[in-house]
């Protein structure tokens, strides 16, 4: 099972690009997204532990799409601050509990940033965190290439963990596309080739990840995917660059060069990028899916 999806669902400038331009009252965005997509990111839990109400509703707000799965990104203090006690631990896990208790958690995403390198007390560290949240579906991510290496790869086989294969760009020691695979759940995100904004200090969040894959480059990735797919038995591809809703564009197109069909899509997204029609066709969501 291959699951396409973006990373996040609420962006100001995804309104009348992908999210229709007339919404009835009570429009539910994740509910409208869960119609297109069978996973979706939960990029906001990397800021903060959600409410494990929020988490609740979550997932009933994607019933209509018993495909769906979430995936989500581990809180910034474990992987980022790498400064937490055991009751920020178990506050994140409060806080996810809810999607894994409705069978609804694909995959929890351990996101390091570029300057985590292949080091001692950072292998003592991964290990340590690990084994904290061992109990549940766990991917790492690493930017840095001093991680493509066996040690890496045999010691998340041992613990049980997914590797997730990124497309960023790459400069210097930066980790290259890959297709490895560590454990039954995979994953492969894509963040956006736009070099020029990627390391430059000034930049925001919304100039970074500001980037639309080309078909050629969407056919490598899909080429990748389909690659992990053989040997894993969910994998995850997750779009990143979300400005302008490229994210969703790109997940669509992807999604149809894998599958081989032709795929349903926002009608305002098709106007927006009229190259998808070839891999897209125009579908409106069912009043179940998007009023809850």
């Known amino acids: 099972m291959i699951y396409f999806g973006p990373a996040g669902w609420i962006y100001r400038d995804w309104q009348e690009i992908f999210y229709p331009r007339k919404k009835g009252k009570g429009f539910d965005p994740l509910s409208f997204t869960a119609q297109y997509f069978d996973t979706v990111e ?21 019933q209509s799409n018993p495909k769906f799965r979430f995936t989500a990104k581990a809180w910034q203090k474990l992987t980022h601050e790498r400064d937490y006690s055991q009751q920020d631990v178990d506050l994140f896990r409060q806080s996810i ?11 929890l995403l351990l996101q390091f940033p570029w300057s985590f390198r292949n080091q001692e007390e950072n292998r003592a560290y ?6 904290s949240l061992r109990d549940y579906p766990l991917v790492l991510e690493v930017r840095h290439s001093s991680w493509n290496e066996m040690g890496t790869f045999d010691f998340l086989r041992e613990m049980g963990v997914g590797f997730c ?3 960023q760009p790459v400069i210097g020691k930066s980790l290259r596309p890959t297709a490895v695979v560590t454990s039954p759940v995979s994953y492969f995100r894509m963040h956006g080739r736009n070099y020029k904004n990627w390391f430059r200090d000034e930049s925001d969040v919304n100039e970074r990840y500001d980037y639309l894959y080309n078909s050629e480059e969407l056919q490598q990735a899909g080429e990748l995917i389909e690659t992990i797919a053989e040997r894993s038995r969910e994998t995850y591809a997750i779009l990143n660059n979300h400005r302008n809703a490229q994210a969703a564009a790109n997940a669509l197109e992807l999604k149809s060069r894998v599958t081989g069909k032709k795929v349903a899509a ?6 927006r ?20």
Do not use: M
């Open 42 to 62: 939960i990029n906001s839990s990397f800021y903060h532990p959600p409410a494990p109400q929020s988490a609740a509703k979550w997932t009933q707000r994607v």
């Open 97 to 107: 509990e809810p999607v894994a208790a409705a069978s609804k958690l694909g995959a």
């Open 126 to 131: 991964l290990e340590k965190l690990v084994r």
């Open 165 to 167: 294969n990124i497309d």
């Open 266 to 271: 926002p009608e305002s997204l098709l106007e």
């Open 273 to 292: 990028y009229p190259h998808l029609k070839q891999f897209a066709e125009p579908g409106e969501a069912s009043q179940e899916r998007l009023f809850q």
